[in-house]
């Protein structure tokens, strides 16, 4: 059975450049999560999805970040424009539910660098 | 916040050799996790803690959850090459819906 799946791998752009990653999380489950990783640091949560709505985006700076789940499958997760800070790892997870958080499987992670 | 301190930042050992790390936190938990993560890849879950003084082992690694609530300890007994990596601890109160990630420890370990 599949994993989570992220893309791209990696990613480099100029600041003020807009930037997508994608997560298909393991099928069947319901519970999907946005994670940033910086260099040396462990993920901190972004967002958190129970099927298509998002239960948790405290973490999430709105002003330049955004994402969706329409059809409580795949997600997006866009930076529009993109700072130099933002470069980081861009991790996903996924579990069956909330209730089984503690089981969460997180994909490869989107390495992003901004010049 | 809450925040974790996780220590040593980095060990460096030979193979065969124990190895210790810890987590400690200015606030409780309900539960503690221990993750290992390899480059290019995202973490993986090595041991759930869900008691405290709870004793868990996974091969050749045990965990225990401090009796404190605010600390937990990961051992690695007899250390091999594929030991490599970076452990993270994380803790999560029961109400909670997120986990809180400790900066981890890199581990090396020499053939």
């Known amino acids: 059975e599949a994993g989570v799946v992220q893309s791209p791998r990696y990613k480099i752009i100029e600041k003020k450049q807009p930037v997508a990653f994608w997560c298909n999380p393991i099928?069947?489950?319901?519970?999907l999560y946005w994670y940033l990783q910086n260099l040396g640091q462990g993920p901190e949560l972004l967002i958190r999805?129970?099927?298509?709505?998002?239960?948790?985006d405290s973490q999430l700076p709105k002003d330049r970040f955004s994402a969706e789940r329409l059809k409580g499958v795949d997600s997006t997760l866009k930076i529009q424009p993109a700072e130099l800070g933002d470069s980081a790892v861009y991790l996903c997870a996924s579990s069956l539910d909330s209730g089984r958080m503690d089981e969460q499987f997180f994909g490869p992670g989107t390495r992003l660098t901004v010049l | 916040g809450q925040q974790l301190n996780q220590s040593p930042q980095s060990m460096f050992i030979q193979e065969g050799e124990d190895v210790s790390m810890n987590c400690t936190s200015s606030s409780i938990f309900n539960t503690w996790l221990w993750y290992k993560q390899e480059p290019g890849e995202g973490p993986v879950l090595l041991i759930a803690?869900?008691?405290?003084?709870e004793l868990t082992s996974n091969g050749r690694l045990t965990a225990q959850f401090g009796i404190t609530r605010k600390d937990s300890f990961l051992n690695i007994s007899a250390s091999i090459p594929s030991d490599v990596g970076i452990y993270f601890c994380?803790?999560?109160?029961?109400?909670?819906?997120?986990?809180?990630f400790g900066d981890g420890t890199t581990l090396t370990v020499k053939p």
């Open positions: 803690l869900y008691k405290a003084g």
């Open positions: 099928s069947g489950h319901n519970t």
């Open positions: 999805y129970e099927n298509e709505e998002a239960v948790d």
């Open positions: 994380a803790g999560r109160n029961a109400n909670a819906g997120k986990s809180t």
